[in-house]
T-cell receptor
Framework: KAGVTQTPRYLIKTRGQQVTLSCSPISGHRSVSWYQQTPGQGLQFLFEYFSETQRNKGNFPGRFSGRQFSNSRSEMNVSTLELGDSALYLC?????????????FGEGSRLTVL | DQQVKQNSPSLSVQEGRISILNCDYTNSMFDYFLWYKKYPAEGPTFLISISSIKDKNEDGRFTVFLNKSAKHLSLHIVPSQPGDSAVYFC?????????????FGKGTHLIIQP
């Protein structure tokens, strides 16, 4: 069974640009969550999608958005990039909604903002 | 306000000895707790979990203890092996899914010395 796949693995952007990251969950998993990992803050919850609907949202500004497609693949978008957005963005899938089940993480997309 | 705290950024243990990783939480609504392990350049992988109706859960060399009155949990690894060297994240959630997803601590870097 293929794991969670995230693309691209690495990318460099400049301030003010926007970026789109992609995540393909494990086959059969309908929940996709996104987390931001930074050295100072650890892993922080961005949002969760289930059946193409955003079900939960963390405490991030509106510049961070996402969506989920009918095949459960998900994208997240960050607009007007700031230096502080440099981080590892992790996608996780789960067969169920909510935070009580085991999450299966991808390897992450490392974003550097210059 | 950090709701899940791992106060030891790093821990060094000799191979064959017991490793004890600690985690404290402040939100009394949390009732499900998980430990994830992360190697460099990989996403976190699920290790073990515990529900608040239990005070201990064991899986091979890994045991998680939960002290609800103290809002404290710990992960014991016995015996410690070189492959256990990784960053360990404690995570908590509210059953039924909360608006917060999983709330993670900042991690403890465990180093197993030969």
């Amino acid at each position: 069974k293929a794991g969670v796949t995230q693309t691209p693995r690495y990318l460099i952007k400049t301030r003010g640009q926007q970026v789109t990251l992609s995540c393909s969950p494990i086959s059969g998993h309908r929940s996709v969550s996104w987390y931001q990992q930074t050295p100072g803050q650890g892993l922080q919850f961005l949002f969760e999608y289930f059946s193409e609907t955003q079900r939960n949202k963390g405490n991030f500004p509106g510049r961070f958005s996402g969506r989920q497609f009918s095949n459960s693949r998900s994208e997240m978008n960050v607009s007007t990039l700031e230096l502080g957005d440099s981080a590892l963005y992790l996608c996780a899938s789960s067969p169920t909604l909510g935070g009580t089940g085991e999450l299966f993480f991808g390897e992450g997309s490392r974003l550097t903002v210059l | 306000d950090q709701q899940v705290k791992q106060n030891s950024p790093s821990l060094s243990v000799q191979e064959g000895r017991i490793s004890i990783l600690n985690c404290d939480y402040t939100n009394s609504m949390f009732d499900y707790f998980l430990w994830y392990k992360k190697y460099p350049a990989e996403g976190p992988t699920f290790l073990i979990s515990i529900s608040s109706i239990k005070d201990k859960n064991e899986d091979g060399r890994f045991t998680v203890f939960l002290n609800k009155s103290a809002k404290h949990l710990s992960l014991h690894i016995v015996p410690s092996q070189p492959g256990d060297s990784a960053v360990y994240f404690c995570a908590a959630s509210r059953s039924g899914g909360g608006a917060d997803g999983l709330t993670f601590g900042k991690g403890t870097h465990l180093i197993i010395q030969p």
